[in-house]
């Protein structure tokens, strides 16, 4: 069963436009959020996180949002790139202030952002 | 500062070889972490090493095991391989704290054929 969900496998947008990138998860004691981007045969990148006694978290063009309630978080790129395009990955810290040792991931959302 | 460092970069390994795969994580950090990664089931943990010892386990069978040395490296084994293991295996470290950010290596592409 899957914790972490990431319903949208591919976005395309616009460059300049928001891109915006949705995660749902299902355990309540997921407590660290993190968003990673990929590129095909490489690591994820770390791009930004987000703990759960906040609901918002800012990082120059990336915002991540938490909505604790829904058990839902998202990304927005604002103004996207082309630069941006890749495959972005949703992840959750199962346990309560523990370390980031042991993440559960989505099966990612590919981003084509076009010029 | 040297990000995580993972070799070798491919590896071609006949059905029931061994492998062993290498990991030096970020100068001071003590939790290795180490992830499979397919086409079919994404990014799944497979272990979490801090101070030598394993913290965390995924639900991978035993023929997947680590180890950690003292000075933070990390290697991964899989023995009798299988065709079912070709993957991308990535190593993360993290300073083994509460809420801080897990960096990955640029993983090792495991094909056995």
């Not at chain 2, 500062?1 to 070798?8: C, D, E, L, N, W």
């Not at chain 2, 943990?45 to 101070?51: A, C, V």
């Not at chain 2, 990535?90 to 809420?99: E, I, K, T, W």
């Not at chain 2, 801080?100 to 290596?105: I, K, L, N, P, Q």
């Amino acid at each position: 069963d899957q914790q972490v969900k990431q319903n949208s496998p591919s976005l395309s947008v616009q460059e300049g436009r928001i891109s915006i990138l949705n995660c749902d998860y299902t355990n309540s004691m997921f407590d660290y959020f993190l968003w990673y981007k990929k590129y095909p045969a490489e690591g994820p990148t770390f791009l930004i996180s987000i703990s759960s006694i906040k609901d918002k978290n800012e990082d120059g063009r990336f915002t991540v949002f938490l909505n604790k309630s829904a058990k839902h978080l998202s990304l927005h790129i604002v103004p996207s790139q082309p630069g941006d395009s890749a495959v972005y990955f949703c992840a959750a810290s199962p346990y309560y202030g523990g370390s980031q040792g042991n993440l559960i991931f989505g099966k990612g959302t590919k981003l084509s952002v076009k010029p | 500062k040297a990000g995580v460092t993972q070799t070798p970069r491919y590896l071609i390994k006949t059905r029931g070889q061994q492998v062993t795969l290498s990991c030096s994580p970020i100068s001071g950090h003590r939790s290795v972490s180490w992830y499979q990664q397919t086409p079919g089931q994404g990014l799944q943990f497979l272990f979490e090493y801090f101070s030598e010892t394993q913290r965390n386990k995924g639900n991978f069978p035993g023929r997947f095991s680590g180890r950690q040395f003292s000075n933070s490296r990390s290697e991964m084994n899989v023995s009798t391989l299988e065709l079912g293991d070709s993957a991308l295996y990535l190593c993360a470290s993290n300073r083994g704290q509460s809420n801080t950010e897990a960096f990955f290596g640029q993983g090792t592409r495991l094909t056995v054929v």
